[in-house]
């Protein structure tokens, strides 16, 4: 295990892709959104031009080329950049790309992966912070990846990339910088529907997805300064969901905070909670809490954003709030 | 050629492009000292947006996109209250909620703006539907990229427009003429089979134009026709407004690579510098407008400078105003979700 640079491991894990498999091909190549790390793309644009598109702007179109394309032989990984865009192709990604295996009687597949830069990135505004997974997770048909470590983004992709299911990849755009250990077995992937508990605890819960999980464990170590030991359990898919390691951990802790940067209302937090309450009502010791964003469209100023973002000051009281 | 207006009018166009050039770079100045997010400008388009939409009058509409200053500072916008939105502060002209992205003003007539590619498109042919079926003889503009043309929701628009003759006039700015492009990690535009791109526009049967966007006097007549046309009911039309793109709007993030602004650049040729000089010489078209002002008698040096004076000062105190403004308050954040 060496330390690497989670831009980096999606730049390698992309490439080791279209390298193995000759049925891979990127559709929209603005994996790195436009941050500073855009320019390791080039390795891939550069080693194979001809698996690499660049699409006009027209996300229903080929968004759902892509979708086209995986019933057809390819395996493409479509690029959809900033996650608000997807709203563009939902008739394609919703309505037709979740629905063909099943409405097809279990004959017709569609292997790919359609990857979107989310979340609150700063600046954002309404238009450029959306994080639709919960919208995706509310669409029967397709699997959700929510990689949060160097090691998720290339162990889960790579069972992505194998998956024969529509598979949307939520890649919020604060990880890039994330560092950690990567293992450097080119085989090594990570099963869907298998969590990882990010560290272990007894007293309280955090449940966390994509960058939550990485507020989420800053905000573990400041608890554990207070004396409360907190497990964090990161899902890393929604779909499948690992509900049973969620609940393993919180008849452990009897105490639940789930993390969460979709709005409350039906968001990832709802679902997971709601999961909670039906089958483990019995071993909370106190009331589940929820840290999301609020129910308002995101703002521009900066201050205004740091208000309705889930952060990891509010993790804290959350966690503080049904443990003392 | 100039616009045929009255020379005081002419005189007032280039200070409107000016103060547009001057904001711009004001802009750029302070996003190298702060950390300001992502912006666009409008450096190399005043020639177009200032006198198509002078053409506007109360009630009219206007939907503009991403790169959207130069158009809202056009229809007369305040500079301090446009630069306080872009930075987040109390005293913009939405509170800080929308910023750059996002400056609406109900007063200019512009009463969103979506950065969504497009985006604007089926919004601003739904205000022309409106003034249609309340029948008032107000028009509503739709300012759009070219890279907007790649969508779907143009296609679908414009059909309703055109199948309903609405008061619309679909002005599409084409800056890609030289930009870099996506292969070279830089901004996308114009990735198009179609062409020329009022192809289409004209394959559903309106007036379909391309004018060089740096031709005042071309931007003028035909927005006045299509301004008229649309008034007198008759439908929509599509202009192309085709301008090289300004080479600090190659990068994906605005430079100030052609330096500010020199306006002797319009009387005196030595003043243009070696660098970029065919970009100073021909494809600026505020320094074109300048230079034909000058060259009718409309203008002398000697004012051109003292209106420079004045504006680069506006832009100095929108700048200040901007800074010593304050945030507003965090919990604002929760209001205004609903009317
Ligand atoms: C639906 C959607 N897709 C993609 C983008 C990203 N994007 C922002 S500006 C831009 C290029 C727009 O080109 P054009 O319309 O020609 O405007 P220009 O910036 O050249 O003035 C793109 C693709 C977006 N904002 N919205
Ligand atoms: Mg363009």
Redesign the interface.
């Known amino acids: 295990m060496t330390d690497i640079l989670y831009a980096k491991a999606l730049v390698q894990v992309l490439r080791e892709s279209v390298e193995h498999d000759d049925r891979v091909h990127l559709m929209g190549?603005y994996f790195l959104g436009?941050t500073h790390h855009?320019?390791m793309?080039?390795e891939i644009?550069d080693n194979y031009p001809e698996r690499v598109y660049?699409?006009?702007?027209?996300?229903?179109?080929y968004v759902g080329a892509a979708i086209g394309a995986a019933m057809a032989g390819l395996r493409p990984i479509v690029d959809i950049a900033t996650a608000?865009?997807i709203f563009?192709a939902f008739p394609q990604v919703v309505n037709e790309a979740a629905n063909i295996y099943y409405m097809s009687g279990g004959k017709t597949k569609v292997p790919m992966v359609f990857h979107f830069n989310q979340g609150i990135r700063?600046?954002?505004?309404?238009?450029?912070s959306h994080s639709p997974q919960a919208m995706l997770w509310n669409t029967p048909g397709l699997e959700i990846i929510a990689p949060s470590t160097p090691a998720d983004v290339l162990g889960l992709v790579r069972t992505a990339v194998a998956s024969d299911n529509p598979t949307a990849w939520v890649d919020h755009i604060k990880l890039f910088d994330v560092t950690g250990p990567a293992p450097e077995d080119a085989n090594y992937s990570i099963p869907f529907g298998v969590a990882d508990v990010k560290r272990k605890g007894s007293d309280v819960t955090l449940v966390a997805t994509s960058w939550m999980v990485q507020k989420t464990l800053a905000a573990a170590e400041r608890l554990a300064e207070q004396g409360i030991d907190a497990e964090v359990v990161d899902p890393r898919t929604l779909v499948p969901l690992d509900e049973t390691a969620i609940l393993e951990s919180v008849s452990k802790t009897r105490r639940l905070v789930v993390a969460d940067e979709c709005h409350r209302r039906c968001g990832v937090a709802a679902e997971i909670v709601a999961i909670v309450a039906e089958e483990a009502f019995g071993d909370l010791a106190a009331p589940i809490r929820r840290v999301t964003a609020?129910?308002?469209?995101v703002?521009?100023?900066?201050?205004?954003?740091?208000?309705?973002e889930p952060t990891e000051d509010k993790i804290v009281a959350a966690a503080l709030s049904v443990t003392s | 050629m100039l616009p045929d207006l009255p020379g005081d009018q002419l005189v007032e166009q280039l200070r409107l492009m000016l103060v547009i050039r001057r904001f711009e770079e004001a802009l750029i100045k302070l996003a190298a000292d702060r950390d300001i997010g992502h912006f666009h400008v409008y450096i190399g388009q005043e020639a177009t947006g200032v006198p198509a939409l002078s053409l506007l009058r109360d009630g009219d509409f206007t939907f503009t996109t991403h790169r959207n200053h130069g158009h809202i500072l056009a229809r007369g916008a305040d500079p301090a209250r446009m630069l306080a939105e872009i930075l987040g502060k109390e005293t913009g002209y939405n509170r800080g909620k929308g910023g750059t992205l996002h400056i609406a003003s109900l007063e200019h007539g512009f009463p969103t703006t979506s950065a969504a590619t497009g985006g604007c498109i089926p919004l601003a042919t739904g205000a022309a539907f409106a003034f249609d079926r309340r029948g008032v003889d107000n028009v509503s503009v739709c300012l759009l990229g070219d890279g907007a043309l790649e969508e779907g929701s143009w296609h679908e628009s414009v059909n309703i427009a055109a199948l309903e003759s609405l008061p619309i006039i679909y002005l599409c700015e084409n800056n890609s003429l030289e930009a870099l492009g996506q292969k070279a990690g830089e901004y996308p535009s114009s990735t198009m089979a179609a062409a020329p791109l009022t192809d289409l526009a004209s394959i559903y049967k309106m007036p379909a134009i391309a004018i060089d966007g740096t031709d005042s006097a071309e931007v003028y007549t035909t927005m006045k026709t299509a301004v008229e046309r649309a008034r007198a009911g008759e439908g929509p039309t599509f202009i192309e407004a085709r301008t090289v793109r300004w080479p600090g709007n190659r990068p994906l993030w605005p430079q100030l690579l052609t330096g500010e602004t020199d306006v002797a650049m319009m009387w005196d040729d030595d003043a243009i510098p070696a660098e970029h000089a065919a970009w100073h010489r021909t494809n600026d078209g505020l320094l074109t407008f300048g230079r034909l002002l000058l060259a009718d008698g409309h203008t002398i040096a000697s004012q051109i400078g003292e209106i420079d004076a004045a504006v680069t000062k506006l832009a100095e105190d929108a700048v200040q105003f901007a800074l010593d403004s304050p945030y507003p308050a965090p919990e604002e954040a929760l209001a205004d979700v609903f009317a």
């Open positions: 190549q436009l855009r320019e793309m080039a644009r660049y699409p006009p702007i027209a996300e229903v179109g608000s865009f563009q700063g600046g954002g505004a309404a238009q450029h609020d129910d308002v469209p703002p521009f100023s900066p201050p205004l954003e740091e208000y309705i």
